[in-house]
């Protein structure tokens, strides 16, 4: 990536606003008052399980959908009613939707020639968007000559050469194999951050979300359920559905109890005191159930104290899985639990070779769970 080619095709970076926007398909209500705010140069993400809308959200900022009510502005500007060529977004889809016939080059400069620019600025940019992508050298081949990561970014290149104000991606590596994703979404990152581009990233898969983007929005059913940083949202989840969606968590049913100015929650497998910070303040929210991490409590032996600033309920091993740095453990407790997993109640991650000696299948065992790390949440 030349400074040359940065310059070329740099661009002020602008914010984004979805102001309370609704969208119906027929009956179906897809998007329910959506309210975002994106920040210039910020990477930003829609996460949440198929069909919860983020793809319609997606098109409706690069104008391929309409809103039944709310609106988009880019760089304060109202585009709700402009074409998708008059809002300076670039899109880049999951299927890359290259032009088979044409070469690399042809591909990344039909855009440029569709609004008739000079001959020689296109070739200047061309060249600068495929050293921007690395892909220097394979002008002349036709994307069936090429692998899954370089037609990849002969998508991104032919996106990003009409120089947008905002770039917007659907899904864009998920024809990737695990290894190349990795390695083509740091290299996004590092193309977004050079240009200055506001970048809106559509996944269903968290670690993508979590590696690239500056700020998450998690959606479910058309709504937004919160917006933060990855580890805000991993860390202070605002709901059961963020903490589940967002990394393996335990959920523990049981209910609220309250002595004076303290509170506990009590499970089938014993009563854990609450700190003040793990209640939401006001009444406990309907449905409230006990959520932690798995590496959030620790396994110690029944009868040895348990350590300060932990509070302990108890439970025999069900079993033990080696996951390299971590090793999980899988526990059964009081009848009434629900867990991450079938087959075991509650998951425990413990570093590997941390833990007490003698831990196998069938042993009894007391969870030890950091109260600072415990949240009460309701769906
Ligand atoms: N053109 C359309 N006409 C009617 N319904 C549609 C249309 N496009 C999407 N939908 C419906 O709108 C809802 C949201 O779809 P959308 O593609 O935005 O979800 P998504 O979160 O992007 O899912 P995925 O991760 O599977 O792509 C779904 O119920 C889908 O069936």
């Known amino acids: ?3 040359l080619a940065v310059d070329t095709l740099a661009t002020p970076s602008v914010d984004i606003a979805i102001e309370h926007v609704d969208l119906w398909y027929g ?3 897809v998007l329910r008052d959506v309210d975002l705010r994106i920040e210039p140069g910020e990477f930003f993400a829609f996460l949440g399980p198929s069909g919860c809308g983020k793809t319609t959200l997606l098109r409706l900022i690069a104008g391929f959908n309409q809103a039944d009510r709310g609106r988009v502005l880019i760089a304060g500007r109202d585009v709700s009613g402009l074409p998708p060529w008059k809002r300076d977004v670039g899109m880049v889809f999951q299927s890359y939707a290259l032009w088979p016939h044409m070469t690399v080059e042809q591909n990344v400069a039909f855009g440029l020639e569709e609004r008739r620019l000079p001959r020689q600025e296109i ?3 061309v060249a600068a968007a495929l050293d921007l992508v690395g892909l220097g050298g394979l002008e002349k081949r036709r994307p069936a000559q090429l692998s899954g990561g370089q037609q990849q970014r002969v998508a991104l290149a032919r996106t990003i050469v009409v120089e947008p104000k905002v770039l917007l991606l659907d899904e864009p590596l998920s024809n990737l194999d695990a290894k190349l994703r990795g390695e083509v979404r740091r290299e996004l990152r590092e193309l977004q951050q050079r240009l200055g581009l506001t970048a809106i990233f559509v996944t269903h898969d968290q670690e993508e979300a979590n590696t690239i983007c500056d700020r998450i929005a998690v959606m479910k059913d058309g709504a937004v359920q919160q917006v933060g940083a990855p580890t805000a949202l991993y860390d202070a989840p605002r709901n059961l559905f963020v903490a589940g ?5 335990n959920i523990l049913d ?3 109890v ?6 506990a929650f009590e499970t089938a497998a014993g009563t854990i005191p609450l700190p003040a910070g793990a209640l939401p303040s006001g009444e406990p929210p309907p449905g409230a159930k006990l959520v932690f991490r798995p590496h959030h409590a620790i396994l110690s032996r029944p009868d040895a104290p348990p350590a300060e600033g932990r509070a302990r309920i108890s439970g025999t091993i069900r079993f033990k899985e ?5 090793e999980r453990y899988g526990i059964a407790v009081g009848a009434s639990m629900t867990g991450a997993i079938e087959g075991a109640a509650i ?8 833990a007490p000696a003698g831990l196998a299948p069938g042993t009894a065992v007391a969870i030890d769970i950091a109260t600072d790390r415990l949240h009460v949440l309701g769906e």
């Open 322 to 326: 080696f996951l390299g740095a971590t």
């Open 123 to 125: 070739r200047k940019r």
């Open 258 to 263: 309250r002595d004076g100015a303290a509170a």
């Open 347 to 354: 998951l425990v991650d413990l570093t590997h070779g941390t």
């Open 27 to 29: 009956s179906n209500h």
């Open 254 to 256: 049981g209910r609220v």
């Open 245 to 249: 969606f967002l990394g393996t968590t």
């Open 1 to 3: 990536m030349t400074a």
